[in-house]
């Protein structure tokens, strides 16, 4: 299984990024979806996470400006990401939490996407 995020950049504060994670691979089933972040010097962090049913929870840093949705057809979770601020310079990380087609179940992560907000 692979995870494969993109969509990030540089981007001016008050701008907006999507970024995109898709899996692929032996996947029988997809359970939740999420998104983190980790800035330089500091621990990962949770943004956004987003199950199956697309019940989602944000951190409060976040809330009113990032969207998490999901296409499950495609194993794709998707970061709307609006009214962007410095603060939010980060590589950004996706994790699934897969049951594979050899009915085993473990979480994959990609490798990251850097957003980078400055002006």
């Known amino acids: 299984?692979?995870?494969v995020e993109s969509g990030g950049g540089l981007v001016q504060p008050g701008g907006s990024l999507r970024l995109s994670c898709a899996a692929s691979g032996s996947i029988f089933s997809i359970n939740v979806m999420g998104w983190y972040r980790q800035a330089p010097g500091k621990q990962r962090e949770v943004v956004a996470v987003i199950t199956s049913g697309g019940s989602a929870n944000y951190a409060e840093f976040?809330?009113?400006r990032f969207t998490i949705s999901?296409?499950?057809a495609k194993n794709t979770v998707y970061l709307q990401?609006?009214?962007l601020k410095p603060e939010d310079?980060?590589?950004y990380f996706c994790d699934a939490d897969v049951t594979t087609t050899a009915r085993s179940r473990a979480v994959y992560w990609g490798r990251g996407t850097?957003?980078?907000v400055s002006s």
């Open 114 to 116: 850097q957003v980078t």
């Open 1 to 3: 299984v692979q995870l």
């Open 81 to 83: 990401m609006n009214s």
């Open 70 to 72: 999901r296409d499950n």
């Open 89 to 91: 310079t980060a590589v």
């Open 62 to 64: 976040v809330k009113g």
